[in-house]
């Protein structure tokens, strides 16, 4: 059955009060510093599976998650089509034929230009990096950055710097564009890096460099705009389009592509015609 999103305004988190005030947000991560806690509801889902299929087949190849090769491991992760806002963990597969058809009617309504010249894109014509005073984002003005707000959304297993329920230190990561499980630590935090989906050297030429600065702020720190991923595979992207680069992992591929569209369609800024042409393919258009 799917999960439909209830709508959010900007800084307010799941539960329907600002994140520090929620069971759902900081307060419930919050313990002794330094102390391991899990985000996800992974004894109830373990013991479920054990019913179904038994300690023996978990131990000769995995949980039936794992062996299927995606982010899906982790399962709190939620389709895109159900998180419009991007403050839900991960990105889901589309595998059913009614969210694949519904992903192509929205990849559908995003319009196509050519791609302009990079001249003069600059990051810091976004803003300077996660900051958390972004107008109009859901988590801004909460205290907390915005690459710390991503880590806590997507990652399992949090540990915090001692004193802060902010800064993340440590984590599980499930990377939905590869579909590995990373065992995150600050101290290598290259390892895991934050992509904007649509990247903001794209946006540039596609029309934000005739954006406000505020609207160019607002794109590079909205969470639908987000994921943590693998760092190395963030990296290869660079700042290509669908057409050029798209997740390793395959069965995730729609989903991106659909997130890819939100995004644009959110800021209504085109994409280019090969783009949109290989979005339409990976969700069988």
């Known amino acids: 059955m799917r999960r439909y999103s209830t709508t959010f305004s900007a800084g307010v988190e799941r539960g329907g009060a600002g994140r520090a005030g ?13 102390v391991l806690r899990r985000t996800g509801p992974a004894a109830p889902a373990l013991a479920a599976v054990l019913l179904l299929v038994g300690c023996e087949a978990l131990e000769e190849g995995g949980s039936p998650a794992a062996r299927d090769g995606g982010a899906q491991a982790d399962g709190r992760v939620v389709s895109p089509l159900d998180n419009p806002k991007g403050v839900e963990p991960g990105l889901a597969p589309l595998t059913g034929e009614t969210d694949r058809t519904a992903g192509r009617e929205l990849i559908a309504t995003v319009k196509t230009k050519g791609r302009g010249p990079r001249t003069g894109y600059d990051r810091d014509e976004f803003g300077y990096a996660w900051k958390d005073t972004a107008d109009g984002v ?10 710390n707000d991503l880590l ?21 990561l499930a990377d939905p564009y590869t579909g590995k499980t990373i065992e995150w630590r600050k101290v290598k935090a290259a390892e895991v890096q934050i992509d904007h989906v649509v990247p903001l050297s794209y946006s540039w030429q596609m029309g934000s460099s005739r954006w406000s600065v505020a ?71």
């Open 22 to 34: 929620t069971a759902g947000g900081r307060a419930r991560r919050r313990g002794a510093p330094g």
């Open 138 to 147: 859901p988590f801004a003005r909460n205290g907390c950055d915005t690459r």
């Open 152 to 172: 806590q959304r997507d990652g399992q297993e949090l540990r915090f710097k001692s004193g802060s329920d902010c800064v993340v230190v440590a984590m599980t």
């Open 215 to 285: 609207k160019r702020e607002q794109l590079a720190n909205d969470p639908l705009n987000l994921i943590p991923v693998d760092g190395g595979t963030n990296s290869s992207k660079s700042d290509s389009g669908p057409a050029a680069w798209l997740p390793p992992s395959k069965r995730i591929r729609c989903a991106y592509a659909v997130r890819f569209a939100q995004v644009a369609a959110k800021y209504e800024m085109p994409v280019t015609t090969a783009d949109k042409e290989m979005m339409l393919r990976q969700c069988g258009g």
